[in-house]
């Protein structure tokens, strides 16, 4: 769906202040005018976020990073704190894009079109209190016009940076140590400095705020959230999984079926195989636990190599880290 222009979106915006002022006038004494009260409060709502990214896709930004608190005076900004924050900014984005493309090399680096597709570039300031605007690469930043569900890095460091609350898909991001390190180290440079943070997208418009306090807070939840993994050696047959979103599953003797991602080396043996194949797996299995928030336990699967073989009723066995 094409997105509507800056001047249409404006124009509707207009037309529906007037009516709220008019709603306002009359005020809401009985349920009828609650509801349409707030129906008119959700389309002022909507529209704004729709101007928002009107805006943001016209000037070619990818990312919007509002700061306000102790480092900024009169709309000027600590040059050291803006600096750090970026950094860890494109440092988080660049340890998102590395779990979601399950890139991972056998020293833990991220390959360099990851970077390069992910790589910020500042492309103009403004005032509210200190405000960045962010680009990504040319093409790259036209990718963000559509959509096929899955959530940009960038997006998924927006919820992260939600200082009330991270969703449970969110939080399994935190399961990888390289983005548990990076967001252990954003939450403590704003606690400690006293710095509030707005981050918004394109896809996520209202963007998403965390408070000083709140990085204080989330860096003491962060200190209690375990993570233990192990790589775990299963038998059993591939019934299904994505190559093109790399993804599995395999079906195991109890009947269980393990579903998660995969990393290039299993997604590459995956293409030779056919669903139904017997194989042997190299299965990484992470268990996510929080010593005192009301977290129930995560287990996630990641494939990390896969090999087709005979199939031998007396070696299925699986068994699950202790």
């Known amino acids: 769906m094409a997105t509507s222009s800056i001047k249409e979106i404006t124009e509707q915006y207009e037309k529906l202040k007037n009516v709220l002022a008019i709603a306002r006038e009359y005020g809401t004494p009985d349920r009828a005018s609650q509801f349409g009260m707030q129906a008119l409060l959700n389309e002022e709502s909507n529209l704004l976020g729709q101007l928002k990214v009107a805006q943001m896709a016209e000037a070619k930004v990818a990312v919007e990073v509002a700061v306000d608190g102790d480092p900024v005076r009169e709309y000027a900004i600590s040059i050291s704190f803006f600096g750090q924050l970026l950094t860890v900014i494109q440092n988080l984005t660049n340890a998102v894009a590395q779990v979601q493309a399950n890139a991972q090399t056998a020293r833990g680096q991220i390959k360099d079109n990851l970077i390069s597709r992910n790589r910020f570039e500042l492309a103009h300031t403004f005032t509210s209190s200190f405000g960045a605007a962010l680009r990504l690469p040319i093409d790259e930043q036209e990718k963000l016009s559509f959509t096929d569900g899955t959530e940009s890095a960038a997006d998924v460091v927006c919820k992260l940076f939600d200082g009330q609350n991270l969703d449970t898909e969110t939080v399994d991001f935190l399961s990888s140590s390289r983005v548990r390190g ?26 998403s705020t965390i408070t000083a306090q709140q990085a ?93 073989r005979e199939y031998n009723q007396d070696e299925t066995s699986f068994s699950t880290p202790q």
């Open 182 to 207: 990076h967001y252990s180290t954003l939450v403590d440079l704003l606690g400690k400095q006293g710095a509030s943070v707005v981050f918004r997208t394109q896809n996520k418009p209202k963007g």
């Open 216 to 308: 204080r807070d989330r860096s003491l939840w962060l200190d209690l959230l375990k993570v233990e993994s192990d790589i775990v050696p299963t038998v059993g047959e591939l019934v299904g999984g994505s190559i093109e979103s790399k993804k599995f599953e395999i079906k195991i003797d109890t009947g269980e079926i393990l579903r998660g991602s995969a990393t290039e080396t299993a997604v590459r043996k995956m293409k030779a195989m056919n669903w139904g194949a017997f194989v042997t797996a190299q299965i990484e299995i992470a268990v996510s636990t929080h010593e005192e928030a009301d977290l129930e336990p995560r287990t996630t699967y990641r494939l990390v190599d896969i090999e087709r």
